[in-house]
Structures are given as structure tokens and as C-alpha cells.
Nanobody, 127 residues
């Protein structure tokens, strides 16, 4: 069973930075893609970024391109989401998820292909 634990959320002023971590256990990471999703109050959950452990391929939502960077430390089974130049509209609960997602579908953030989810971490950006 795959288990995912997020950390690193918090309260930050607009323009500031945060780094989220997602530590995974219980899987052979070469087979998996780790995705970051977020859900703001009253809105649907949306994909933010993802990374394939097998080849390091990444994808980003247009709303975060140039501001967020995803990376992985395979030795630690941990994926990081560095979030810079944060905006109030980035306020949401951020979830990491694990699944097997083919390269052609990374940018679609297909939630039905992500089988395991973390509990989420709150990110609040004040204006």
C-alpha cells in the first residue's frame, strides 16, 4: 500500500515562497508519477504539477509555470514543490498523489490514474 505524507504548508504573504514535501512509502518509485493537486474553497480540485520517477519528466499547470518547480529525491522517496512568487489565488489545500501516468497524459493531470492520495496541507497566501 502506498502511503503519502505532505508537509511544508503554511501562511505566507503574497510574493513569498514555500516548499512542500511529499514523502512516499510502500511502492517501487520507478513505476510511479507523483502529482501535486490543490483545492481552493468552493472550487474543484485541479492539477498543479507532476513528476515521473522513471524518467524525471514533469508537467505544470499554466497558472503556476515559471513560479513553481517540482523535483524529486529518489533516495528519500520525496517529491518537493518549490512555490515562488505566491499569489492569493494559490491559497488552497495541496495534495500529493501517486499513480502510473504515461508521458502523453502527464499534462492532463488525470485524477482517475492517481490511486493513492495524501491528507493534504494548507497553503494560505495573504494579500
Amino acid at each position: 500500500e502506498v502511503q503519502l505524507v505532505e508537509s511544508g504548508g503554511g501562511l505566507v504573504q503574497a510574493g513569498g515562497s514555500l516548499r512542500l514535501s511529499c514523502t512516499a512509502s510502500g511502492f517501487t518509485h520507478d513505476d510511479y508519477t507523483i502529482g501535486w493537486f490543490r483545492q481552493a474553497p468552493g472550487k474543484e480540485r485541479e492539477g498543479v504539477s507532476c513528476i515521473s520517477f522513471a524518467d524525471g519528466n514533469t508537467a505544470y499547470a499554466d497558472s503556476v509555470k515559471g513560479r513553481f518547480t517540482i523535483s524529486s529525491d529518489n533516495a528519500k522517496n520525496t517529491v518537493y514543490l518549490q512555490m515562488n512568487t505566491l499569489k492569493p489565488e494559490d491559497t488552497a489545500v495541496y495534495y500529493c498523489a501517486a499513480g502510473r501516468v504515461a508521458f502523453d497524459y502527464l499534462w492532463l493531470f488525470p485524477e482517475d490514474l492517481y490511486d493513492d492520495w495524501g491528507q493534504g496541507t494548507q497553503v494560505t497566501v495573504s494579500s
